[in-house]
């Protein structure tokens, strides 16, 4: 309250900065009359803001030509090609995808590594990620650099230290995963969650989760996770290791998981269950295909694992009352197949107060939902305070 007024003015300044940014991240380019409407700022403070975020090389404003509108046409604001980028990492069981994501969520360059020779490791994913830096910053314009780096993985992530405890998928076992990255890229800060929690923020920011705060999202790859919104803020638990959804139980005499556990959803639901229901024909990409093209023995799969989905999908509803569950990875296909075997499943066991609120969507950002969470990780700093983000990255890289 009795701050000197200057303080004042120059957190509300920054505040501001960070609006203007965020809104242009979140809808993409857009006139500086709909900036001024979105914003609920004046004009005249909107010029000030998009004039002072262009000098740091944000964004940039231009004139359109032509046009048929009669007056003055609006400038338009939006992110420029030399703009701030960050490096977004999406680590799975069978490949690693390294990006340079811009601002507005826009991939720029991209490496695709298969993992050559056995499993992916931590020291080999550190490594991979220093050697592709170059790659991707040469692909893209010459003055855009760097802010940060945000790492997706497929397993538990512990919230402050970005300490792996366990990813059973990737046989990794307390991995210091934030720790080795940041060795192997010491310039940029280094951020790490978990791959579905990554991908609910991706889909509510851009996906088909926007305009909806209380969201779970539910990622199948081999194995099956859940990412929780609830309120708009994500729900991590005291440790960050909410939302192991595909760890929760289904029958305890099931088939046995890598958890160590019986009959886990994700035994239920995941890969493993799409090949044992095929009797191992063909990949799990295979399967999917045919079964969008509906071809039977594929479908029949389907409708199997799908029943497993609407069981799982009741508990989520009556544990978590949410409005909106989103199908990622091989989910997606589940849903849209066999939609109305997830939703008959579920009717049985959801209550009705519950059942009646929720809706199922497939999710719109596909495979690169949590490679732009982890890009929308990475983004933090920079959309909380842009001028002190980026001050604080030139000071670490001038070094002591
Ligand atoms: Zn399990």
């Avoid at 803001?49 to 740091?56: F, G, P």
């Avoid at 701030?84 to 969520?105: F, K, L, M, N, S």
């Avoid at 090949?275 to 999917?288: F, K």
């Amino acid at each position: 309250v009795n701050q000197p007024p200057a303080v004042r003015q120059d957190a509300i300044r920054r505040h501001n900065l960070a609006l203007v940014l965020r809104q242009i991240h979140v809808d993409g380019a857009l006139t500086r009359a709909e900036l001024t409407q979105r914003s609920g700022l004046s004009r005249s403070t909107i010029g000030t803001l998009v004039a002072e975020l262009s000098d740091r090389d944000l964004l940039s404003e231009s004139v359109p030509t032509g046009g048929s509108g009669v007056g003055r046409p609006s400038h338009v604001v939006g992110p420029r090609p030399d703009s701030p980028y960050v490096v977004a990492v999406d680590i799975d069981v069978t490949r690693v995808v390294i990006a340079a994501v811009g601002i507005g969520g826009l991939v720029q360059s991209r490496h695709v590594s298969a993992a050559p020779t056995g499993p992916v490791t931590p020291e080999g994913v550190a490594g991979q990620i220093a050697d592709a830096l170059p790659s991707l910053q040469a692909a893209i314009d010459d003055d855009a650099r760097p802010v940060g780096l945000g790492v997706s993985v497929p397993g538990v992530v512990e919230r402050f230290t970005g300490r792996v405890p366990f990813a059973p998928n990737l046989g990794w076992h307390d991995v210091p995963l934030q720790q080795l990255i940041q060795a192997a890229v010491p310039h940029l800060p280094v951020s790490v969650g978990n791959d579905a929690d990554l991908a609910v923020l991706s889909e509510h920011v851009w996906g088909s989760a926007r305009g909806f705060e209380d969201v779970v999202y539910l990622l199948g790859r081999i194995g099956v996770g859940a990412g929780i919104l609830t309120d708009g803020r994500p729900l991590r638990g005291a440790g960050g290791l909410a939302g192991e959804v595909g760890h929760t139980v289904l029958d305890p005499a099931g088939p046995p998981c890598h958890c160590g556990s019986r009959g886990c959803v994700e035994t239920f639901v995941g890969d493993a269950a799409l090949l044992r229901l095929t009797h191992g024909e063909g990949s799990v990409q295979d399967i999917l295909r045919a079964a969008d093209q509906g071809e039977p023995a594929a479908m029949a799969a389907v409708e199997v694992l799908a029943e497993a989905l609407g069981r799982t999908a009741a508990n989520i509803v009556n544990l978590l009352n949410p409005q909106l569950i989103v199908f990622g990875g091989s989910l997606r296909t589940v849903l849209t197949r066999a939609q109305a075997h997830v939703e008959a499943a579920l009717d049985g066991p959801a209550l009705s107060g519950a059942r009646e609120m929720v809706e199922l969507r497939p999710c719109l950002l596909g495979e690169d939902g949590p490679l732009l969470g982890a890009a929308q990780l990475a983004f933090g700093p920079l959309l909380t305070d842009p001028l002190g983000a980026l001050d604080a990255l030139s000071h670490e890289m001038a070094g002591p």
